[in-house]
């Protein structure tokens, strides 16, 4: 049976490993380190022996491809949602606000919820009910025409939310889905967010968290898997490109390019007629021949794609500050604040701070960065103010995720290449949605479907 290589084991690469080895493939995941999980991994912090997560995610009620490949590897039950959505937030000026959301059929669980919110006045409240009206009335593939050339801020006005509306809610959810600012990101992306998250359904829009770290969510349960089914994952194997022959072809005087395997950085390759690549944009330009770059319309897009880096700031008080879970900060640099040691049950008074859309923060000196950090906590939370930080670590993700511009959004590629043989798998690909789990666990699958496809075969 010939062998499927798949090179990287963050969500994407193992959930295409799964789903090609459910239907009886075999396969090889190659990840170049040392251990699986990509930007989605967690370890363990040398310090304090807490588990640290590279970056904070949330699962949503909507993730359905990723819950069903949770549920498949059997560690579904690692993920705790809440019964209806509640967000809470805070401020300077209003302290701790809520929204949340009743027992209702969509969209009047999210409407009834932001009616009964103290988080909004009386013209915000009605600005968010006419847009959940307008989404539901509108065909979404006709809306995403409407919104292409669009940014998320721009669509938002169109839609009548008002300036001071859209910085305390529709942005925090913005960056907190796309990774980029509001003035940037593409409407078209941030659409289908708010459909499938908040209006589709009140089971779609609840929010889950990891009851233990991101790794141990998935990567040794898929890797047992995949190993279980005659598969293969390897560690430590850094691939320096792909081997591409051209074969002439009768009905075109262009000769077919046919992926034949991949070539490590040590000079030794690895053959296969199936390889598919499951590792970011930024990473599969190095693989690719420069004139196949510039000379495919498939590839253009990734010459476009620019990395957007997300900072999480994790700290270590002597005592607790809070009892929320999590919280969206308003008017502050910080945008979400995680109580790690209350989601873990770890009963550590350790927290985590994100800053997403970092451009302008990501080249600040550490310290400085929890200079600003501490002292927006402070400010918000008045036990912090007497609180002591006894460790402290900042993780700067500078290619996190693609920025979802307006000029980039319609250039994602599909996981078929124009090159017979490769596949792309990945968030950053042409699966609807923002640079997500669910977007990369859904690149996987599809990406599993077409190679499966190709041998007339489907998925189980």
Known sequence: MSETL???????????????????????????????????????????????DNGQHIFMGCYHETLAFLKTIGTLDRLRFQPQLAVHFVDRQQGLTSLKCPSLPAPWHLLGGVLKSNSFNLTEKLQVVRLGRALKATDATKLYKELRCLTVDEWMARMGQSERL??????????????????IAAASVFEP????????????????????????????????????????????RDVSGLILD?????????????????????????ASDIVLSA??????????????????????????????????????????ITPLEFAGLRGTTVQWFFNK????????????????????????????????????????????????????????????TFSASVEVAGLRPGSQTPVAGLYL?????????????????????????????????SVV
């Open 6 to 52: 798949i090179i990287g084991g963050g969500f994407a690469g193992l959930a295409a490993g799964v789903a090609l080895s459910s239907a009886g493939k075999r396969v090889r995941i190659i990840e170049q380190k040392p251990y699986l999980g990509g930007r989605a991994r967690s370890f363990t912090h040398a310090a304090t022996g807490a588990t640290v």
């Open 425 to 457: 798998a990945g968030d950053w690909t042409n699966t609807g949605l923002p640079a997500t789990i669910e977007s990369a666990v859904k690149s996987g699958y599809t990406a599993a479907r077409e190679v499966l496809s190709s041998e007339h075969t």
């Open 193 to 236: 967010v708010l459909r499938l998250a908040l209006f589709k359904s009140a089971r779609d829009s609840r929010i889950g968290l990891a009851n233990c770290g991101l790794s141990e969510c998935y990567t040794e349960a898929a890797t047992t898997f995949i190993r279980a089914r005659g598969g293969e994952v390897e560690l430590n």
């Open 166 to 183: 859209r910085r305390n809610f529709w942005d925090l959810l913005c960056i907190a889905a796309l990774n980029e600012d509001p003035r």
């Open 341 to 400: 040691g209350k989601i873990l049950g770890s009963g550590e008074h350790y927290i985590s701070l994100v800053i997403s859309g970092a451009h302008e923060h990501v080249h600040r000196e550490k310290e400085e960065l929890l200079s600003l950090a501490l002292q927006e906590l402070k400010e918000l939370f008045p036990r912090a103010r007497e609180a002591t930080v006894l460790h402290s670590l900042v993780i700067k993700e500078r290619f996190a």
């Open 279 to 320: 590792i970011p944009c930024f990473q599969l330009v190095r693989l690719l021949p420069h004139d196949l770059l510039i000379g495919e319309p498939f590839f253009a897009g990734l010459a476009a794609m620019r990395p957007v880096p997300i900072i999480s700031l994790n700290l270590w008080l002597d005592r607790d």
């Open 246 to 270: 051209p074969v002439k072809n009768d009905a075109n005087d262009k000769p077919e390019l046919v992926c034949r395997g991949i070539r490590f950085s040590d000079g030794s390759t690895l």
